[in-house]
């Protein structure tokens, strides 16, 4: 038995206190609630307080504003700017964020507090974000001009307030794939490695916050370089580092994953903190014919993929439309080893390989291969896909881009420093779809492939996690901690096929994917989900680092003494440690779980 009071876990074992609700959880799997560390969901935050696509997978707490996209610190005459950059990087539609966002905050304070303020069915713990804060400090100069010495002594300033309010840390990003509107590069990569030393020395010296960075892996070259500078300030700073540990076959001389992980091993025996975060299966392109298709920026292609769902199924299934569209397929762009993220392979594709591009008809990684198929009907691979696509519109094809094969994922989640936390969940919503992540670990490598044991992967979803971030008092079913909890059946849990529905601001579209086996999802100790439907219980929390709860306990402290002194002295009020032990007791909630 498991028993919550004030949303904490205070009993274990055989409880016998009354409550005021008892969960039978007989036959299930009762588990800490997972933790996902790679998310951008800063702008979904505003308008969706139920956590979507992650709350549907058992997570209960995530780490947003990841690889330098953050929407704080902002000035009001850059918010549109900043929602564009949002939009060209990470798929949010800009008329979703204009939508939705009720834009009230400058400050990183002011924005972790507006968070706080939200109603939430999760917890979130965010970044301040190194593009925000470059935009932040420089102005447009930052989108092209190194920072002068007045500039980086501010933005370590700025990253320091941000640590004493309670950021995570601070995340930044030198991947290739990152592109402003104008495809140039986002502001973070303009920025010289002496400008990060400076931003983490200043978290050094408060001894706090976490180093977050997307990795340059345009090339082997490239990578290797990005590793050996980033081994320099592992060592000097000794803050905790954590960066994308990836596969792929794309780009000149790729570094395989195994390069990756022994260089953590090395930075780690050096005395470097560092982890790297890993997926549960390939990160891929999404396709289908309700929202990208490879062909969609071919001329012949654009005047039908621009009519409604109906009419283009209609015009598909004209022979002389279908010959026109399969032809106009040998004029794509060929091939070539550019690396492409999710981002570029949906709105600037090249050629299909239709050896690398599936048909998906399950979550088990063993669906057919456009090529398969081709083969297999005697039909053009265009005309597979038109086919596919008018007998049921919700079809969806993947293109893996990085970590292609099961064997490169598990190599990388075995690995004793790699996290399993890389759902970019709230961002590239019509072009990936990663916040399954946790389901899928549990269906197909504990389930299905039986690589880990159903308590290892547990462990890496919570316990491991609530270490690298310092989520104090979370990731285990223990005394004292927060009663973050998942129940669920073993033998059910698994994601469900994900569709394109139009549910965000304005009618925006995205990727949504749910999942099965999950009977009920308790957040802070209150029940927030059962079996998949929300419960309209908003007790989602701001998760802070150490140094800011300190700061704020004090300053309620303080505060407190001050109004003590200041009543004490109006009314001559005085309270005894007697008169306190007398007091009422209230519990305003208790929950059991047998």
């Avoid at 205070?10 to 609630?33: F, M, N, Q, Y």
């Avoid at 022994?262 to 982890?275: E, H, N």
């Avoid at 909890?485 to 990727?511: H, M, N, S, W, Y």
Wanted: hydrophobic fraction near 40%.
């Amino acid at each position: 038995d498991v028993g919550i009071r004030d949303g904490r876990i205070v009993e274990k074992g055989k409880v016998t206190t009354p409550a005021a609700r008892t969960i039978d959880a007989g036959g299930l799997v009762v588990s800490p609630g997972f933790i996902d560390g790679h998310t951008h969901m800063d702008a979904q935050v505003a308008w969706d307080p139920l956590g979507s696509c992650s709350c549907w997978h058992g997570v209960t707490s995530v780490v947003m504003s990841n690889c330098g996209f953050a929407l704080a610190p902002c000035k009001p005459a850059d918010r549109d700017w900043y929602a564009r950059c949002l939009s060209a990087v990470e798929d949010i539609p800009t008329e979703a964020m204009a939508a939705g966002i009720d834009w009230t905050w400058e400050t990183f304070p002011e924005y972790l507090r507006t968070v706080e303020r939200l109603p939430k069915a999760i917890n979130y713990g965010m970044y301040i974000g190194h593009s925000a804060l470059r935009m932040y400090v420089m102005g447009k100069r930052a989108l092209s001009e190194k920072a002068t010495g007045d500039d980086m002594a501010r933005m370590a300033a700025l990253v320091q307030e941000a640590l004493k309010a309670g950021a995570m840390g601070f995340s930044s990003s030198r991947a290739s794939t990152h592109v402003t509107p104008d495809d140039t590069p986002v502001a973070s990569r303009i920025a010289d490695w002496e400008e990060i030393d400076r931003i983490i020395a200043g978290m050094a010296a408060l001894d706090a916050g976490i180093f977050q960075v997307g990795p340059d892996i345009a090339s082997g070259a490239r990578h290797r370089a990005f590793l050996d500078r980033l081994r320099q300030v592992a060592l000097q700073y000794r803050r905790p580092i954590m960066f994308g540990v990836l596969a792929t076959k794309q780009g000149d001389d790729p570094n395989p994953w195994s390069y990756q992980t022994k260089y953590i091993d090395d930075t780690v025996a050096a005395g470097g903190r560092m982890f790297g975060q890993g997926t549960t299966r390939s990160i891929n392109a999404i396709f289908s014919l309700k929202s990208y298709l490879p062909f969609d920026v071919l001329p012949a292609w654009k005047p039908i993929r621009a009519l409604p769902i109906d009419e283009q199924k209609k015009r598909l299934r004209d022979p002389e439309v279908r010959r026109a569209l399969v032809e106009a397929e040998s004029r794509m762009k060929p091939r070539d080893n550019t690396f492409q993220g999710g981002g570029a392979a949906t709105t600037d594709p090249r050629k299909p390989d239709y050896s690398n591009l599936f048909a998906l008809k399950g979550v088990d990684w063993d669906d057919p291969t456009i090529e398969q198929l081709s083969r297999a009907r005697g039909q053009h691979p265009v005309e597979v896909m038109i086919d596919l696509s008018l007998a049921d519109d919700n079809q969806v094809y993947v293109q893996p881009l990085v970590n292609e094969t099961p064997d490169d994922v598990l190599g990388i989640l075995k690995h004793k420093h790699t996290l399993a936390t890389f759902s970019d969940s709230g961002a590239h919503v019509c072009q990936e779809m990663g916040s399954s992540l946790q389901t899928h670990f549990l269906s197909y490598w504990v389930r299905k492939r039986g690589a880990f044991t159903l308590e290892q992967a547990v462990k890496k979803l919570t316990h491991d996690n609530a270490v690298a971030w310092e989520m104090t008092g979370r990731g285990e079913v223990r005394e004292g901690y927060w009663a973050d909890l998942l129940l669920f059946e073993e033998d059910r849990i698994r994601p469900q096929l994900p569709t394109v529905e139009k549910d965000l601001p304005g009618g925006a579209r995205r990727l949504v994917q749910k999942a099965d086996g999950i009977r009920a999802t308790i957040v802070n100790g209150a029940v927030a989900f059962e079996n998949g439907e929300a419960s309209g219980s908003n007790p989602g929390q701001v998760l802070t680092q150490l140094w800011g709860s300190l700061v704020c306990i004090a300053w309620c402290a303080i505060a407190t003494f001050i109004i003590l002194k200041i009543v004490d002295a109006l009314i001559g009020l005085r309270v005894t440690t007697e008169e306190e032990v007398e007091g009422l007791d209230i519990n305003l909630h208790g929950e059991t779980i047998h």
